[in-house]
């Protein structure tokens, strides 16, 4: 085994901090609107709340157990952790699954966050004063298509972001970036959405009231609880939004001490998340888009359900209505909050990447951030130059391979650990008291849940999977693969290690 790993946290509210800012992401502020609107408005609440309870609560409540578990006995990464819940080495490999989706994910994350970079400078240069909204849409087009200089610079830069602060360790790197970052992330969003709910028709050539735009997002179409793709969206903005099945959550509540409340940690960080995502998610680009472009455009422009169309191509073109000084200001808290909400993010699926080379192999973390960093850059490339790369790496890594991994997790943790020490994990240290139900949750309804929602994907990936693909797609295919294996002959070569020692 390598040199043990004295990492730690420096204070409760760094870690809650850091842990919302892995789940305050991108989603919050473009997916979870988009969504909203597309699935019957106020409605969409509904399945989306019961999908938080029957799956975000419960596997948050794992998650966490399974890192303070695991990290009390000196493992900090997912293949080790699920080897710590039970010695068949099937779980260990299965725990690869976590590392895989943390690099895979970031692959094109980072690049996200280099759009926000971008868009924050050139709205604070005021690039878009005097721009049509068409041409603010081509303008981003262009960008994201041709894979020009400037893109890829500001990846670049972006990454090494990530990989400088991650090589600063927990306290003096993530937690330090969470304080931060967090803080500004809820002032710029609060100051956003006051404006688009404060908005009125005839201020600044808006047509409508930010008003509209709330009530219509809000307005339910009950007919829509009872489509089961509804449901299906819902749950998928679930673990979007928490950051579920990603490795991360782990990796934090790993270097908890044994004693310590992960039950109100879990509870903290994920409604948290669900006041920024419910509350200030919705109260920014609906309202300002339907202010100015009525409600039937903006469902129009939400179609896809992922807000990057209003988000990146159109809220810029508005600000500029509101004059030129208040108009850079605003583009740089909206881009701002969204580099901040992707920067915490990536920085999470960094760590337990960092964290098993560190544990396994006895790195400095200064080795393991330049590994992660290394390994994005090399996944990263194709999503840089090619969008059907990027949607590949976002369907593969970031969709299909979050849901198994979940379903694993839940079966390992109540089926195979076993419900009764799982219960006592997550209760131990606990301030607060965890209603009895969740122990029956956890170990019956998630786990349906989970296998309705992995047995409903399987035509998808099927058709996905015989369809004829460019070279494109079948590069970023073979990376990901090559990603796997990659990562499982290090655990491989890991666990040879500890028997060899």
Known sequence: M?????????????????????????????????????NGGGAFIIPYLVCFVLMGLPLLYVEWAMGRHAGNRGHHSTPFIFGAMHKHSFWKYAGVLGLFISIGICAYYTYIEAWTLSWAYHSAMGHFMGMSQDQVAAFFKNYVALGTSEPIMVWVLCVALNTWILSRGLQGGVEMAAKIGMPLLLLFGVVLAFRGVTLTAGSHGAVNSGLLGLNFLWTPNFSSIWDPVVWRNAAGQIFFTLSLGMGSIHCYA????????IALNAMSAGWMNEFVEVVLGSAIIIPIAVGYLGVDKVVEMTKGGSGFGIGFMTLPYLFTQWGPALSALSGIMWFGLLFFAGITSSLAMGTPVMAFMEDEFGWKRRNGALF????????????????????????????????????????????????????????????????????????????VFLLIVFVGSLPEVWATLTKPVTFQVALARGLMVALFAGLSGLVWLAGRKKVTI
């Open 2 to 38: 390598g040199t043990e790993n004295k990492e730690a946290w420096g204070s409760r509210i760094g870690l809650v901090l850091a842990m919302a800012g892995n789940a305050v992401g991108l989603g919050n502020f473009l997916r979870f609107p988009a969504q909203a609107v597309q």
């Open 254 to 261: 790993s270097y908890v001490k044994c004693k310590d409340d």
């Open 372 to 447: 992660f960093g290394a390994a994005v850059l090399l996944l990263g490339i194709p999503s840089v130059l090619s969008q059907e790369a990027f949607n590949e790496f976002d369907y593969w890594a970031g969709t299909i391979a979050l849901v198994v991994f979940s379903l694993l997790e839940i079966i390992l943790f109540a089926w195979v650990f076993g419900m009764e020490k799982g219960w006592k994990e997550i209760t131990a240290g606990a301030d607060m008291k965890v209603p009895i139900a969740f122990k029956y949750v956890i170990k019956y309804v998630t786990p």
